[in-house]
């Protein structure tokens, strides 16, 4: 059901209370997500953004309820991976030649998606279109996340339709950020940072910088995730500002996977090492194989150190280890510390193993590591507290 924003703007999105992972199966989203997309009627009228693809006759038939289709003047697509662009195919079966304003790159990934020769505009930074009383104004925001991505300034009603950037997959019945938890609204912001624009914050930082310098009005920042901002604007900006720049909080993350328990009594008397030396820090420990790994990595990506541990297993580590170390690799974490432990039987090749992953992925390693053969004795277990009480005191 669409809802009105402002007098001019009205929310024609798709709330997704049923989806648990996103990207495949790359990101999980515990509380769903919704694809949002906008209605400007002005003098002109603007469509921004559709919606995932399995909702797409969902979304024409809502909007046909809103405006007749042929009232509607020029669409806009901020970024066209396909949970914002699906619904094109479906949309201009209706409205074949209504132009479609995107960057360059916008109608190059449009065209490989859909291969339409629909009425593409190509936008820069810095073009506008006006509406009427109101002007929309196209902001490239290259690589947050995809080449493609703009933003676009609608005057008049000084709303940022950022996309991506300020999202969360968060799905929620009221549209404003002011109506629902902002505790679960922050975790899912920093949640998708961390794990979708984490490797682009050089970009994310200037260009959050630039639009702060353009001296806007912005009343709202309507992304094309979750909700929108109206009451925390400062907050989630400040956010972003601190999570690009190679973001840390006094945290320690210890990241493992066990077999027959002994890693994990490693990690826990790790843990207390690092307590016992810094008390004020908060250490938590995750099991690589049982807790989400995507909430794993936004807490490495809090962290100014992590501990990852694993059991040697045919002369590696496990499963659920390299899965992790694979992803964070991917994710490019900057600034942060790091060491690997684990327990074996004969060979112990694993904390090595970890620690050249952690390397590669641009974690500072620290010492040498920490291996215990067999299972743990009290002897073994304080040594890793001894162990933990050294890695705390080199942070
Ligand atoms: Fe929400 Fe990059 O698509």
Not at 34 to 54: C, G, H, Q
Not at 76 to 94: A, K, P, Y
Request: proline content about 3%.
């Amino acid at each position: 059901m669409a809802k009105k924003i402002t007098d001019k703007v009205t929310w024609v999105g798709k709330v997704d209370w049923e989806l648990t992972t996103f990207h495949g199966d790359e990101l999980s989203t515990h509380r769903g997500s919704s694809y949002n997309a906008y209605l400007v009627r002005d003098e002109k009228v603007a469509l921004i953004d559709t919606v995932w693809k399995p909702y797409d006759r969902e979304f024409v038939e809502n909007l046909k309820k809103e405006i007749d289709l042929k009232d509607i003047d020029y669409i806009i697509m901020n970024h066209n991976e396909i949970d914002h662009s699906g619904s094109l195919v479906e949309l201009m079966r209706e409205i074949p030649d209504v132009p479609i304003y995107c960057t360059a790159k916008g109608e190059a990934i449009i065209r490989g998606h859909y291969h339409q020769d629909w009425n593409f505009v190509n936008v820069k930074t810095g073009d506008t279109l006006s509406l009427g009383e109101t002007t929309l104004t196209f902001i490239e925001a290259t690589m947050l996340h995809w080449p493609d991505t703009m933003f676009t300034y609608l005057s008049g009603e000084n709303i940022l339709f950022s996309n991506d950037g300020f999202g969360q997959h968060f799905a929620s019945h009221s549209l404003f950020d002011d109506d629902v938890d902002l505790c679960e609204v922050m975790y899912e912001a920093e949640k998708y940072y961390a794990n979708i624009l984490n490797p682009f914050s050089m970009m994310a930082k200037k260009k959050v910088n630039d639009i702060l310098a353009m001296n806007l009005p912005i009343n709202l920042v309507c992304p094309s995730h979750g909700v929108i901002w109206r009451k925390n604007i400062p907050l989630i900006i400040e956010k972003y500002l601190a999570w690009a720049d190679a973001y840390q909080t006094d945290q320690v993350t210890i990241v493992y996977d066990t077999m027959w328990q002994s890693t994990r009594l490693l990690a826990q008397a790790i843990a207390d090492g690092i307590s016992a030396v810094s008390p004020s820090t908060t250490v938590k420990l995750l099991n690589a194989a049982h807790d989400d790994k995507n909430d794993i990595l936004t807490q490495m990506f809090r962290s100014k150190a992590v501990l990852v541990g694993s059991p040697t297993v045919n002369n590696g580590f496990t499963y659920a280890i390299a899965g992790i170390l694979e992803m964070a690799k991917g994710l490019k974490f900057k600034k942060k510390k790091a060491a690997a432990f684990g327990s074996y039987g004969w060979s112990g090749e694993a904390p090595k193993l970890i620690a050249e992953h952690l390397q590669k992925a641009g974690f500072e390693l620290v010492g040498e590591g920490f291996r215990t053969l067999w299972v743990p004795d009290g002897q073994a277990l304080a040594q890793a507290t001894e162990y933990g009480k050294e890695f705390a005191s080199s942070l």
